[in-house]
């Protein structure tokens, strides 16, 4: 298993971290990772006598060794840790295992309906599984065959995902429930304004929080604090995670287009090619008359040539930079928020390193 980081920007927008809570948590992801290794490893054994009875669990698999932020892990395990808990309670790695997991099922689904050809360096599962087809010379098409079996493996991530919350309180369990509702819904509607293309930045806004923020931050931070017995942080984690999803997304919108895909592991430009009406190209799109016609035009997305104009109209129509301020808005929002929780002062300090952490990150 990789042992999980955090990629950091290093520019005058950071905050001091608390080295002995960042070794703290260290050791609880090390356990993340070795619970998330278990399961895999006991559905090896469990399948290992059926014709491709791992191809599914493998491409699971293949995903988690790919490496990742684990950023969802480390929200929850820093919620815990926060709020007083003991490190050593058999549940937390089990939940940072489940997160993981969860992630894991969207990305693979998320990759199917972008039509994404690369993650964390290496082709998707799609993508994979159809080359597999046509190097057989298997019956039927290989396209379809490639994302039936990645609909397929994103769905058992999703059920070893449940599988590890086996044991939580009810608590947990609501609270797990609430970050699958609003994932689901999240990507629905990323979908949906893609279709429709609706250039409202207030939606785009919406659909950032939903289908990452919320379930990228302020859910597992809040999970994390309900397993330790402190409810009384889900407002304030809720504050601080909300703004700070909103700004990772946005973060997150701002490396597609501006971006180097080797290092991002996943090919740069692709929301403007899936026609992904971001708060970006929302804002451009109502600010400069040559935007829309470079995004509205036909059903083909923006590629090349065109793609370079979108970045340079980007940035010349004071777009990028507006999502800039507005980044660093959210992020002095959070750390606010966090200030204002009961918190200790060392808790306090990490959570606001965090926050500038994955705000102004690079990949």
Avoid at 188 to 216: M, Q
């Amino acid at each position: 298993m990789t042992t999980p980081t955090l990629t950091v920007t290093r520019t005058a927008r950071t905050a001091p971290a608390v080295p002995a809570l960042r070794r703290s948590r260290a050791t609880v992801l090390l356990e993340v990772e070795k619970a998330i290794g278990s399961v895999l490893a006991a559905e090896r054994v469990r399948w290992a006598g059926t014709p491709q009875g791992t191809v599914l669990l493998d491409a699971v698999g293949d995903l988690v060794e790919a490496g990742g932020k684990r950023l969802r892990p480390a929200f929850c395990v820093s919620g815990f840790l926060a709020a007083g808990g003991d490190p050593a309670d058999p549940m937390l790695p089990r939940l940072g295992a489940a997160l993981e997991l969860l992630h894991v099922f969207a990305l693979i689904h998320d990759d199917v309906m972008d039509g994404s050809d690369r993650r964390r360096g290496r082709p998707t599962v799609h993508v994979a599984r159809a080359a597999v087809h046509r190097a057989a010379g298997w019956r039927g098409g290989a396209e379809r065959y490639g994302e039936n079996t990645a609909i397929l493996a994103g769905d058992l991530a999703l059920i070893y995902a449940d599988r590890l919350l086996a044991g939580a309180g009810l608590p947990v369990l609501d609270e797990w429930a609430e970050l699958r509702s609003e994932m689901v819904v999240g990507q629905f509607l990323d979908v949906s304004v893609a279709a429709a293309y609706d250039a409202d930045p207030e939606v785009s806004r919406k659909v950032a929080v939903l289908k990452s923020g919320a379930y990228s931050i302020h859910r597992p931070l809040t999970i994390g604090a309900l397993l330790a017995g402190r409810s009384d942080l889900a407002p304030h984690f809720a504050a601080y995670g909300t703004a700070l999803g909103e700004a990772f997304q946005l973060r997150d919108d701002l490396i597609d287009a501006f971006g180097d895909g080797e290092a991002s592991g996943k090919p740069a430009g692709l929301d403007f090619e899936q026609h992904k009406m971001t708060l970006l190209l929302a804002l451009a799109i109502r600010r400069h008359p040559r935007v829309r016609d470079l995004v509205l035009r036909g059903d083909g997305g923006v590629a090349g040539a065109d793609a370079d104009e979108l970045r340079a109209l980007l940035v010349d129509s004071g777009v990028r930079a507006e999502v800039e301020e507005r980044i660093d808005g959210l992020v002095a929002a959070s750390v606010d928020a966090v200030r204002r929780a009961p918190l200790g002062d060392d808790w306090r300090q990490e959570l606001t390193a965090m926050a500038y952490e994955v705000a102004h990150r690079d990949r």
